[in-house]
């Protein structure tokens, strides 16, 4: 069986919105319409695990406008931390097979990018997307600054795929500050981490000029 858990559990205090970021409009449908149908248009047969504030539960007018399949979305309530957030949702899943952790609000993922994610964690155990840094970095120490090597350094995206038998044994460790992503989780249990190319068009949805920057890539692209 396939999964996606997309984590949709944060209420938006970046975006200064009183609508959670997921529900803001992006070409006239919730951010979270374009994440769960980029997921099911691709991968036949998965199932949507979403994990939503507590608060907006019972919000069907939301969830209805979010997939014409509504009957294949599982809904569960989201944690203090992400690493609750996730774990509830690989809670609600009872069988073997590939699991996708994905941030509601990247709604720019691609086919290619599905496949490769799937195929590599099929084969390795998991799949990391990231992408180059292109700023120049400096470390931040306590009293001072220094130049850091940006080529060895790479940016993390979603989806983090990965064999659910592992992933879950991973999440039955208590939890650490340093568990920043599922990544680092898997890694605290001394398992090999997977990187493998991602997409710039793949942004985190968290800020109005992140919304801006969407409005761009969508009404110039084919990605959705």
């Given at each position: 069986?396939?999964?996606a858990?997309?984590?949709?559990?944060g209420?938006?205090t970046r975006m200064?919105?009183n609508i959670?970021?997921?529900?803001?409009?992006l070409n006239?449908k919730?951010?979270?319409y374009?994440?769960?149908?980029?997921f099911?248009?691709?991968?036949s047969?998965?199932?949507?695990?979403?994990?939503l504030p507590k608060?907006?539960m019972?919000?069907l007018?939301?969830?209805n406008?979010l997939?014409?399949?509504?009957?294949?979305?599982?809904?569960?309530s989201?944690?203090?931390?992400?690493?609750?957030?996730?774990?509830?949702?690989?809670?609600?899943?009872?069988?073997?097979g590939?699991?996708?952790?994905h941030?509601g609000?990247?709604p720019?993922?691609t086919q290619?990018?599905?496949?490769?994610c799937?195929?590599?964690?099929?084969?390795?155990?998991?799949?990391?997307?990231c992408?180059?840094i292109?700023d120049?970095?400096r470390?931040?120490?306590?009293?001072n600054?220094?130049y850091?090597n940006r080529?060895?350094?790479?940016a993390?995206q979603?989806?983090?795929?990965?064999?659910?038998d592992?992933?879950k044994?991973a999440?039955?460790?208590?939890?650490q500050?340093?568990?920043?992503?599922?990544?680092?989780?898997?890694?605290?249990?001394?398992?090999?981490?997977?990187?493998?190319?991602?997409?710039d068009?793949?942004?985190?949805?968290t800020?109005p000029f992140?919304?801006?920057m969407?409005?761009?890539?969508?009404?110039?692209?084919s990605?959705?």
């Amino acid at each position: 069986m396939k999964y996606a858990v997309i984590v949709a559990g944060g209420v938006g205090t970046r975006m200064k919105s009183n609508i959670p970021k997921q529900f803001l409009l992006l070409n006239g449908k919730p951010i979270l319409y374009h994440t769960i149908k980029a997921f099911q248009t691709t991968i036949s047969g998965i199932k949507i695990i979403l994990v939503l504030p507590k608060e907006y539960m019972e919000q069907l007018d939301y969830l209805n406008s979010l997939s014409e399949n509504i009957a294949d979305i599982v809904v569960v309530s989201g944690g203090e931390t992400r690493f609750q957030s996730v774990k509830n949702g690989l809670n609600a899943i009872q069988t073997d097979g590939i699991v996708f952790i994905h941030d509601g609000v990247r709604p720019f993922i691609t086919q290619k990018l599905l496949e490769n994610c799937l195929q590599t964690a099929l084969e390795k155990g998991n799949a990391i997307p990231c992408v180059l840094i292109k700023d120049s970095l400096r470390k931040i120490n306590s009293s001072n600054n220094e130049y850091a090597n940006r080529e060895e350094f790479r940016a993390i995206q979603t989806p983090q795929t990965f064999q659910i038998d592992s992933i879950k044994k991973a999440f039955e460790q208590p939890y650490q500050a340093s568990f920043t992503d599922e990544a680092s989780v898997l890694e605290n249990l001394g398992e090999e981490i997977n990187l493998i190319h991602g997409i710039d068009e793949n942004i985190k949805i968290t800020t109005p000029f992140d919304l801006k920057m969407a409005e761009i890539i969508i009404s110039q692209s084919s990605i959705i």
